[in-house]
């Protein structure tokens, strides 16, 4: 079955320490997102990528980076630079346009102790 | 950009017929969602409007009226296992990468 793969589910975060979140499709989806979601609150685009070797910044990039390698995978790294990394991330990727909504991966729990 | 506007909780009683409401401001409308999120877990995607009118998916349905800014879900028989967040989300038009912009959610308690 087709889907996406996030890893880990939840992640430690020691302060000034960057770490990196997994997100693997297999349905063949050219564009690809990165959402961060805080308790009570909806989603907040953090980056995301069209196609192979682009990827843009969204309304919060700050503290984060990408890179997309191959059409299947989309890794965020949360950098040091994030003051505030705990949150629910989410991984999304979708059809092309006018084909339906997004598909979400499990999400990453991260927490800065 | 976007501004989306949903109530923030709604309580209704197994059974029964709900309606959540979603405005939205936009610079470049192409497209609303709603999706379901139960507590702990992802989102869901349950339905896409881009024309006006009602889309009808079995116990879910959505409207939209493009020049109000204005969508609604409609579930019909709820089951206690509709508690949850709905998120009402709007793509943009401005670019061809599909990104959407998504409400704060509405959290639906159904009781007995």
């Known amino acids: 079955d087709g889907g996406i793969t996030q890893s880990p589910k939840y992640l430690f975060r020691k302060e000034g320490q960057n770490v990196t979140l997994s997100c693997e499709q297999n349905l063949n989806h050219d564009a690809m997102y990165w959402y961060r979601q805080d308790p009570g609150q909806g989603l907040r685009l953090i980056y995301y990528?069209?196609?192979?070797?682009?990827?843009q910044k969204g309304d919060i990039a700050e503290g984060y980076s990408v890179s997309r390698e191959k059409k299947e995978s989309f890794p965020l790294t949360v950098t040091s630079a994030q003051k505030n990394p705990t949150a629910f991330y989410l991984c999304a990727s979708s059809p092309p346009q006018g084909l339906g909504g997004y598909t979400f991966g499990s999400g990453t729990r991260l927490t800065v102790v | 950009g976007q501004n989306i506007d949903q109530p923030t909780e709604m309580t209704a009683t197994e059974g029964a017929i709900v309606q959540i409401n979603c405005t939205y401001q936009t610079s470049g409308f192409n497209g609303l969602f709603w999706y379901q999120q139960h507590a702990g877990e992802a989102p869901t995607f349950l339905s896409y409007?881009?024309?006006?009118g009602l889309e009808e998916k079995g116990r879910f349905s959505s409207f939209l009226s493009r020049s109000k800014g204005y969508s609604y879900l409609l579930l019909k028989e709820l089951q206690m296992k509709d508690s949850a967040s709905y998120l009402c989300a709007v793509r943009d038009r401005s670019t061809n990468a599909g990104k959407s912009t998504f409400g704060d959610g509405t959290t639906l308690t159904v009781k007995p």
């Open positions: 409007n881009v024309l006006d």
């Open positions: 990528s069209q196609i192979v070797n682009d990827f």
